[in-house]
């Protein structure tokens, strides 16, 4: 099977092409993956758990790539980052990271995501068709990960565009050079927190301690750049594709408008109907691993494809229907096993506060083109929408 994520089709609508995977066999072999090497993806909920879980399939990208000849230039602090490593330099650097990016610190933050978002819904335009994502999606998780890091304001258009950069699918070079110019700055900035301390998240990973053990100056700038991209992208992609959801839903959208406070609870839900990370990052066998009666060789690329594990109909029954009184929990949205995602409750925090406010103040937001129209990201790792055309 050739790679389906590259089909345009696919990306309009996955879900049919991942049910007939998944119902054919939960663990497909794929041509040329990463490294030039066949890959294996993985559709069936139970196999995506497994592996996501298992010990042999490696994050440690660049000792899959030792030796191989690459042209890639991606600054060391971005390609050795925790999330593209393996226990016990994993548990190690995640450990610190948990000490500082605490509960507390998602709910100090609370009341800055609340302002930002009614500035920013105070300028959409009223009677007008607008783009939802340039108006809310794309720059409210932004800020609010600048002003968790404490990027100062002024330094905040750069941040954002490299951070853009580095999503830019098939343009390796600019995905390069994004990379260098993100950690030369967290590298400035980093150094500019030692000579004047302040209380941001970068100033508690540049404090924090497991007995005598910290982060070095290489490891706090590649936390820095990790927590910039992983949690920019992802954020505004599952805002938009929330509203979505619940724009092709009005009866969703009024008991929610009726009953703002059950917005918290059904994120998961709006999570696992459309994951904004469509395939967890590259995984590779260390060893010769055995994976939904699937013999995988050792050295094999492993793409775990969350999103159709989210519609299984084995784990949800019913998975193409978005039903608010779900439980959802156990989702695979962000992820699973040691390398879930540090973000979550931040992430939820935003989604809550936004989708809160939106559906509340503007009670009459309308889709301002068919579903079948709007156009969808050409990314495999992320799925979510160029543009989200809407009326208020
Ligand atoms: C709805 C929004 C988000 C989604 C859907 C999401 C999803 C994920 C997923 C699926 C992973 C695991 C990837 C893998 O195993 O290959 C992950 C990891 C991670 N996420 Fe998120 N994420 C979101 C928001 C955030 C935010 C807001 C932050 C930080 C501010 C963040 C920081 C991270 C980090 C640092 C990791 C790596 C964890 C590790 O390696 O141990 N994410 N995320």
Same mark, same amino acid.
């Given at each position: 099977?050739?790679?389906?994520?590259?089909?345009?089709?696919?990306?309009?609508?996955?879900?049919?092409?991942? *049910?007939?995977?998944?119902?054919?066999?939960?663990?497909?072999?794929?041509?040329?993956?990463?490294?030039?090497?066949?890959?294996?993806?993985?559709?069936?909920? *139970?196999?995506?758990?497994?592996?996501?879980?298992?010990?042999?399939?490696?994050?440690?990208?660049?000792?899959?790539?030792?030796?191989?000849?690459?042209?890639?230039?991606?600054?060391?602090?971005?390609?050795?980052?925790?999330?593209?490593?393996?226990?016990?330099?994993?548990?190690?650097?995640?450990?610190?990271?948990?000490?500082? $990016?605490?509960?507390?610190?998602?709910?100090?933050?609370?009341?800055?995501?609340?302002?930002?978002?009614?500035?920013?819904?105070?300028?959409?335009?009223?009677?007008?068709?607008?783009?939802?994502?340039? @108006?809310?999606?794309?720059?409210?998780?932004?800020?609010?990960?600048?002003?968790?890091?404490?990027?100062?304001?002024?330094?905040?258009?750069?941040?954002?565009?490299?951070?853009?950069?580095?999503?830019?699918?098939?343009?390796?070079?600019?995905?390069?050079?994004?990379?260098?110019?993100?950690?030369?700055?967290?590298?400035?900035?980093?150094?500019?927190?030692?000579?004047?301390?302040?209380?941001?998240?970068?100033?508690?990973?540049?404090?924090?301690?497991?007995?005598?053990?910290?982060?070095?100056?290489?490891?706090?700038?590649?936390?820095?750049?990790?927590?910039?991209?992983?949690?920019?992208?992802?954020?505004?992609?599952?805002?938009?594709? @929330?509203?979505?959801?619940?724009?092709?839903?009005? *009866?969703?959208?009024?008991?929610?408008?009726?009953?703002?406070?059950?917005?918290?609870?059904?994120?998961?839900?709006?999570?696992?109907?459309?994951?904004?990370?469509?395939?967890?990052? $590259?995984?590779?066998?260390?060893?010769?691993?055995?994976?939904?009666?699937?013999?995988?060789?050792?050295?094999?690329?492993?793409?775990?494809?969350?999103? @159709?594990?989210?519609?299984?109909?084995?784990?949800?029954?019913?998975?193409?229907?978005?039903?608010?009184?779900?439980?959802? *929990?156990?989702?695979?949205?962000?992820?699973?096993?040691?390398?879930?995602?540090?973000?979550?409750?931040?992430?939820?925090?935003?989604?809550?506060?936004?989708?809160? @406010?939106?559906?509340?103040?503007?009670?009459?937001?309308?889709?301002?083109?068919?579903?079948?129209?709007?156009?969808?990201?050409?990314?495999?790792?992320?799925?979510?929408?160029?543009?989200?055309?809407?009326?208020?």
């Amino acid at each position: 099977m050739t790679d389906p994520t590259q089909d345009p089709r696919f990306l309009q609508d996955p879900c049919p092409t991942f *049910a007939a995977l998944r119902s054919n066999c939960p663990v497909q072999p794929m041509h040329a993956e990463s490294g030039g090497r066949p890959g294996y993806l993985v559709t069936g909920y *139970a196999e995506a758990r497994e592996a996501l879980g298992d010990p042999r399939l490696s994050k440690d990208t660049a000792a899959f790539f030792a030796g191989k000849e690459s042209r890639r230039r991606l600054h060391p602090a971005v390609a050795h980052s925790m999330l593209a490593s393996d226990p016990p330099r994993h548990t190690r650097l995640r450990k610190l990271v948990t000490k500082a $990016f605490t509960a507390g610190a998602v709910a100090r933050l609370r009341p800055f995501i609340a302002r930002v978002t009614e500035e920013l819904l105070d300028r959409w335009p009223i009677g007008e068709r607008f783009d939802f994502m340039t @108006a809310l999606a794309v720059p409210l998780p932004v800020i609010v990960i600048c002003q968790l890091l404490g990027v100062p304001q002024k330094d905040r258009p750069d941040v954002r565009r490299w951070s853009g950069e580095l999503f830019a699918a098939g343009r390796p070079d600019v995905i390069d050079a994004a990379s260098h110019s993100m950690a030369d700055y967290m590298t400035g900035l980093v150094a500019a927190k030692r000579l004047d301390p302040g209380d941001s998240l970068l100033d508690q990973l540049i404090s924090v301690r497991d007995g005598t053990d910290r982060l070095s100056e290489e490891e706090l700038v590649s936390l820095a750049v990790l927590l910039l991209v992983a949690g920019h992208e992802t954020t505004t992609n599952f805002l938009g594709n @929330a509203t979505l959801a619940l724009l092709r839903r009005p *009866a969703e959208s009024d008991r929610l408008r009726r009953n703002p406070d059950d917005v918290p609870a059904v994120l998961d839900e709006l999570l696992r109907f459309d994951s904004p990370v469509g395939t967890a990052t $590259f995984r590779f066998t260390t060893e010769a691993v055995t994976l939904g009666g699937v013999d995988i060789p050792p050295g094999a690329p492993v793409l775990v494809a969350l999103g @159709a594990a989210n519609r299984d109909p084995v784990r949800f029954p019913s998975p193409d229907r978005l039903d608010l009184d779900r439980d959802a *929990a156990g989702h695979l949205g962000f992820g699973h096993g040691v390398h879930r995602c540090v973000g979550a409750p931040l992430a939820k925090a935003e989604a809550e506060i936004a989708l809160r @406010a939106v559906l509340t103040r503007f009670p009459d937001i309308r889709l301002a083109v068919p579903p079948d129209r709007l156009e969808w990201r050409r990314t495999r790792l992320v799925r979510g929408l160029a543009a989200l055309p809407v009326t208020v």
